[in-house]
C-alpha cells in the first residue's frame, strides 16, 4: 500500500492553467477507472472534486478536469483563482479492496 | 444535505483504545459504504477502513488490520470506529466519509466528509 506520487509543489498565476500528477502502479491508478481528486484547505475538511477520474460532482467549477494515461493521473485547472489556492489528493481504489492517497501537493496562485 | 459529525477524540495513552463515532444525517444512512481516513499532523491523508451499505465486507489498512474495527448501526445513523492497541503513530484526525454517490450510481471514492475528530495517542 505504497502512497501515490503526486509533485509536493506546483504554482501558477491567476487565469493560468496548472497539472498536477499522480502516479500509481498497474494495481491501482492504472487498473481501475477510480480515482478521485480532493481539495484541502488549511483547517478545512477535504472535499471532492473529480471522482472516476474526470467527473464533477455538483457544484464543482468545470475549471476542473481529469484525465489517465497508463499509471498516472492528472488533475488540470485552468483559469487559475486565488481561492485554489489549497492542497490536492488523488485517491485511488486497489486490486487488494482497499484504497491508496497521494502525498499530496500544494498549489500556490501567485 | 449530507451531514457528517465525528466524535469520540480525545489523549489516549499507547496501549488503550478508544471508539470514534460518525453521526450521519440528511440521506438515505443504510444505501452508502463509509470510509474511515485519517491525517497525521502536518502531513497528507491515509486511508484507513471501508465497510460495505449491507456492512457485509470491511477493508482495513494494513497500519491498522488487527487493531481497528469498523462497524455500523443503521437504526441510529452512526458509523464507528474502534481502535484498540493504539500507538503514538495513530495520532491524527480521523475523518469520516461516504463512499460514492447512490444519485449517479458511483462507487468507490470518498464522497463527502464530516469535519474530522482529533486522537492524540501520548503518555
Known amino acids: 500500500q505504497s502512497a501515490l506520487t503526486q509533485p509536493a509543489s506546483v504554482s501558477g498565476s491567476p487565469g493560468q492553467s496548472i497539472t498536477i500528477s499522480c ?3 498497474s494495481s491501482d491508478v492504472g487498473g481501475y477507472k477510480y480515482v478521485s481528486w480532493h481539495q484541502q484547505h488549511p483547517g478545512k475538511a477535504p472535499k471532492l472534486m473529480l471522482y472516476d477520474v474526470s467527473n464533477r460532482p455538483s457544484g464543482v467549477p468545470n475549471r476542473f478536469s481529469g484525465s489517465k494515461s497508463g499509471n498516472t493521473a492528472s488533475l488540470t485547472i485552468s483559469g487559475l483563482q486565488a481561492e485554489d489556492e489549497a492542497d490536492y489528493f488523488c485517491s485511488s481504489y486497489t486490486s487488494s479492496s482497499t484504497w491508496v492517497f497521494g502525498g499530496g501537493t500544494k498549489l500556490t496562485v501567485l | 444535505q449530507v451531514q457528517l459529525v465525528e466524535s469520540g477524540g480525545g489523549v489516549v495513552q499507547p496501549g488503550r483504545s ?3 463515532s460518525c453521526a450521519a444525517s440528511g440521506f438515505t444512512f443504510s444505501s ?3 470510509h474511515w481516513v485519517r491525517q497525521a499532523p502536518g502531513k497528507g491523508l491515509e486511508w484507513v477502513a471501508v465497510i460495505w451499505s449491507d456492512g457485509s465486507r470491511k477493508y ?3 497500519s491498522v488490520k488487527g487493531r481497528f474495527t469498523i462497524s455500523r448501526d443503521d437504526s441510529k445513523n452512526a458509523l ?3 481502535m484498540n492497541s493504539l500507538r503514538a503513530q495513530d495520532t491524527a484526525v480521523y475523518y469520516c466519509a461516504t463512499d460514492g454517490d447512490v444519485l449517479t450510481a458511483s462507487k468507490f ?3 463527502s466528509w464530516g469535519q474530522g475528530t482529533l486522537v492524540t495517542v501520548s503518555s
Open chain 2, 18 to 20: 478508544l471508539r470514534l
Open chain 2, 109 to 111: 471514492y470518498c464522497h
Open chain 2, 60 to 62: 482495513y489498512a494494513d
Open chain 2, 80 to 82: 464507528y470506529l474502534q
Open chain 2, 32 to 34: 452508502y459504504g463509509f
Open chain 1, 23 to 25: 502516479t500509481g502502479t
